[in-house]
């Protein structure tokens, strides 16, 4: 059966998703004071520079479940549209602060404005791949968190060096308002709504993710309170929590080990983008044996342990 969604969703996603990851990892370089005069320029010292890169994620949080209900119950395409123009709008807004407080609101904007589009493109993501291929499917667009560092930190390193950080994050601010059409005429809710695909594809779609839904859908409905408190879900609050700190830790402060190497900006973006290649790889191999052996548990316990070692 042809896979034409593979070429078509994933893509798109991909590169959607990667534009909201180069927020993170330009700012990350940008706040470096041996190869950008941000610190200086907005007089912060190193708790600014931690609350600078942490408000965003305060922001990120806010409209995190609301998301996800706005998109399952109407459209994650437009959803994710309306996002684009927003943190584009705001992620510019951050080379235009002139002072400490003015990119602290205008991250925390960005944050804010990026917080719906997670869960409205696991939707999607699971409009249309069935259970056999999501691992697979979410790590390929997944995939922007080590390709917007591997794509973007060298880009950015050299931006920094040729244009200031101002211009920097002006210049990669407006690639969400840039991917706008891309993402309006390439991206179907769902596999009904889309024309591109055969009759044989979208039946056997539909079919197959209507047969899951049924066969996941509880014997009695369950509040959001009591579905948030069950020990499973505050499990999986805690790692991800744990996770994502050490993760974005390492991005923000990563290239302070490298201030006394005398490297230029371009080879500070080289070098930071360098673990992400290996993240990738093993991304895509961890996906593709977790949904060949149908393991999901074991998969996650080695990678996590792998990462903390």
């Given at each position: 059966?042809?896979?034409?969604?593979?070429?078509?969703?994933?893509?798109?996603?991909?590169?959607?998703?990667?534009?909201?990851?180069?927020?993170?990892?330009?700012?990350?370089?940008?706040?470096?004071?041996?190869?950008?005069?941000?610190?200086?320029?907005?007089?912060?010292?190193?708790?600014?520079?931690?609350?600078?890169?942490?408000?965003?994620?305060?922001?990120?949080?806010?409209?995190?479940?609301?998301?996800?209900?706005?998109?399952?119950?109407?459209?994650?395409?437009?959803?994710?549209?309306?996002?684009?123009?927003?943190?584009?709008?705001?992620?510019?807004?951050?080379?235009?602060?002139?002072?400490?407080?003015?990119?602290?609101?205008?991250?925390?904007?960005?944050?804010?404005?990026?917080?719906?589009?997670?869960?409205?493109?696991?939707?999607?993501?699971?409009?249309?791949?069935?259970?056999?291929?999501?691992?697979?499917?979410?790590?390929?667009?997944?995939?922007?968190?080590?390709?917007?560092?591997?794509?973007?930190?060298?880009?950015?390193?050299?931006?920094?060096?040729?244009y200031g950080w101002r211009a920097m994050l002006i210049m990669e601010g407006a690639l969400p308002i840039l991917w706008l059409p891309f993402w309006w005429f390439c991206i179907s809710d769902q596999p009904r709504d889309a024309k591109w695909i055969?009759?044989?594809?979208?039946?056997?779609?539909?079919?197959?993710?209507?047969?899951?839904?049924?066969?996941?859908?509880?014997?009695?409905?369950?509040?959001?309170?009591?579905?948030?408190?069950?020990?499973?879900?505050?499990?999986?609050?805690?790692?991800?929590?744990?996770?994502?700190?050490?993760?974005?830790?390492?991005?923000?402060?990563?290239?302070?080990?490298?201030?006394?190497?005398?490297?230029?900006p371009l080879q500070y973006g080289i070098l930071f983008a360098i673990p992400y290649v290996l993240s990738a790889v093993i991304m895509i191999l961890t996906a593709w044996h977790s949904d060949k052996q149908h393991e999901r548990r074991g998969h996650?316990?080695?990678?996590?342990?792998?990462?903390?070692?």
């Amino acid at each position: 059966m042809p896979q034409k969604r593979w070429i078509r969703i994933i893509p798109i996603a991909l590169i959607m998703y990667t534009i909201s990851y180069v927020d993170r990892t330009n700012v990350s370089l940008a706040l470096d004071p041996t190869i950008s005069h941000m610190m200086r320029d907005l007089l912060m010292d190193d708790r600014m520079k931690g609350a600078a890169a942490g408000i965003f994620f305060i922001g990120y949080v806010v409209l995190q479940l609301p998301g996800g209900y706005i998109g399952q119950r109407w459209s994650p395409k437009k959803l994710i549209s309306i996002c684009l123009v927003a943190w584009g709008a705001c992620a510019m807004a951050c080379g235009l602060a002139r002072t400490f407080h003015q990119f602290e609101v205008a991250r925390f904007m960005l944050g804010f404005s990026e917080s719906s589009v997670f869960p409205a493109a696991t939707i999607l993501v699971n409009n249309w791949f069935p259970q056999a291929e999501r691992v697979r499917a979410n790590a390929s667009w997944y995939l922007c968190q080590p390709l917007a560092v591997i794509v973007s930190a060298p880009v950015t390193g050299w931006c920094l060096g040729a244009y200031g950080w101002r211009a920097m994050l002006i210049m990669e601010g407006a690639l969400p308002i840039l991917w706008l059409p891309f993402w309006w005429f390439c991206i179907s809710d769902q596999p009904r709504d889309a024309k591109w695909i055969s009759a044989e594809e979208r039946d056997f779609l539909e079919t197959q993710l209507r047969r899951e839904a049924q066969a996941l859908e509880p014997a009695k409905p369950t509040s959001l309170l009591r579905g948030l408190c069950r020990w499973q879900t505050l499990l999986m609050i805690v790692i991800c929590m744990l996770y994502s700190g050490a993760a974005y830790a390492c991005m923000t402060f990563f290239t302070t080990g490298l201030k006394e190497r005398n490297f230029s900006p371009l080879q500070y973006g080289i070098l930071f983008a360098i673990p992400y290649v290996l993240s990738a790889v093993i991304m895509i191999l961890t996906a593709w044996h977790s949904d060949k052996q149908h393991e999901r548990r074991g998969h996650v316990a080695g990678i996590l342990a792998m990462s903390g070692a």
